[in-house]
């Protein structure tokens, strides 16, 4: 069976799966389900553009049909654009729609903030290569100024190359509005308003980094700068990096730089991973699940170019003391990077987390992902072990996925 084939089925599974969720979620009744239903429709409208709409139109949350919706429409952007443009109305048209709070528990509280804000931030997204114009409307109609920050971005990165005048102008509107906005942390959303505007003009975007007075926040946004400069630009994408004090941020930085060196200069590129671990191993970092999860994305890039560095990194991360509910995050990383190397100690390693539970669940997930191009069966196996229906439908979804990303454009459309 095809890789193609073989996600078309794994879809069908996830759909029969995801309609028997019928337990209720915080916000409404059929939440969970709408979950699951907006995880297939993402794969499937990549393989069968109709049959996403007809599902994404039975999506009972309006937040989880419009960014179903979105990905339909997307995915139509180039071969159907008339079409796509009616689906991204219809998708903000959902966007739109107040969500019917349906308490679980005595006493459990709703929360609304953000659910048609985000909506519409992922259909800016989406919507800018087909008409920057319209998606800039849409973004004036976002509310809350961290998601209209974060939709502006979005279409700047977008506009970049087609307009970049209307780039400069939309990134300089969104670091005003991150300015006066009172938001906490300031540094993030700074951080990537000068990742991206690096791509327009280097000197701006570094004046902005350098403005950024806490040195692990002004580590981030010198690394999201690296993050854009690495692959046209690395030789000035190095001289940035050595300018990093922070040394989780620096060794992070070294790791972009080396990821875009892997095709072209494998051996600089994994003297450059030994070098970031090296930094991080022998730093007073005081943030010691930082230090971790960096090493375990370390690892996660030494995978191909030296599996051997790899290994020995995720043994070193895994044996830093963090507090559980961070090691849980750690250690679902650290499967994900371990099942390209060892599935039954990446299955170890997810086993081992306790609480909370959801993360054992995730690392469960991203196993089946890693795998099922070479074991579909037992990807298979370890998506229907998961303890609930939608969990087992959004499993199969990513698995779905990792097989039409590795398929040719050619058996997509077989």
Not at 9 to 18: D, H, R, V, W
Not at 163 to 183: I, V, W
Request: charged share 25%; hydrophobic share 40%; net charge neutral.
């Amino acid at each position: 069976m095809t890789g193609s084939a073989r996600a078309r089925q794994l879809l069908t599974e996830a759909e029969s799966i995801a309609r028997t969720v019928a337990y209720p979620s915080v916000g409404h009744p059929s939440g969970f389900q709408s979950w699951a239903l907006r995880e297939i429709v993402r794969p499937l409208s990549r393989l069968d553009p109709d049959d996403a709409e007809r599902l994404a139109r039975t999506i009972a949350t309006p937040r989880d049909q419009a960014e179903a919706l979105n990905d339909v429409a997307s995915a139509l952007v180039n071969a159907q654009p008339d079409r796509a443009r009616r689906l991204f109305t219809d998708a903000e048209r959902a966007a739109e729609h107040n969500l019917t709070y349906i308490p679980i528990r005595e006493g459990t509280l709703p929360s609304y903030t953000g659910e048609r804000d985000r909506a519409l931030v992922v259909i800016c997204s989406s919507l800018a290569p087909l008409d920057i114009a319209d998606a800039e409307r849409v973004a004036r109609t976002i509310d809350g100024r961290e998601w209209k920050v974060s939709a502006l971005h979005a279409i700047a990165e977008t506009s970049i190359a087609s307009d970049p005048r209307r780039a400069r102008r939309l990134l300089t509107e969104a670091e005003h509005l991150a300015r006066t906005g009172g938001f906490h942390p300031l540094g993030y959303v700074l951080g990537e308003v000068a990742g991206t505007r690096a791509r327009l003009d280097r000197h701006t975007a570094e004046r902005i980094a350098r403005g950024i007075s806490d040195e692990y926040a002004q580590g981030r946004a010198l690394r999201e700068i690296v993050r854009n400069l690495a692959e046209t630009d690395p030789h000035h994408a190095e001289g940035i990096t050595a300018h990093i004090t922070n040394p989780i941020r620096r060794a992070q930085a070294i790791t972009l730089i080396a990821a875009a060196l892997a095709k072209t200069e494998p051996g600089r590129a994994r003297r450059s991973l030994a070098d970031a671990a090296d930094l991080l191993l022998t730093s007073d970092t005081r943030h010691p699940w930082l230090q971790a999860r960096t090493l375990t994305k370390i690892a996660a890039a030494a995978v191909q170019p030296d599996p051997a560095l790899a290994r020995t990194l995720l043994t070193e991360a895994e044996r830093i003391p963090c507090p559980h509910y961070q090691a849980a995050v750690l250690l679902e990383d650290m499967a994900e990077a371990m099942a390209r190397l060892d599935r039954a100690e990446a299955e170890r390693i997810s086993h081992s987390i306790a609480q909370p539970p959801v993360h054992r669940l995730n690392a469960l997930r991203k196993i089946g992902r890693v795998i099922v191009a070479d074991d579909p069966d037992h990807a298979e196996r370890i998506a229907l072990e998961l303890p609930r229906p939608h969990h087992q439908a959004r499993a199969m979804a990513g698995m779905a996925m990792a097989l039409i990303e590795q398929a040719t454009p050619e058996a997509l459309t077989a």
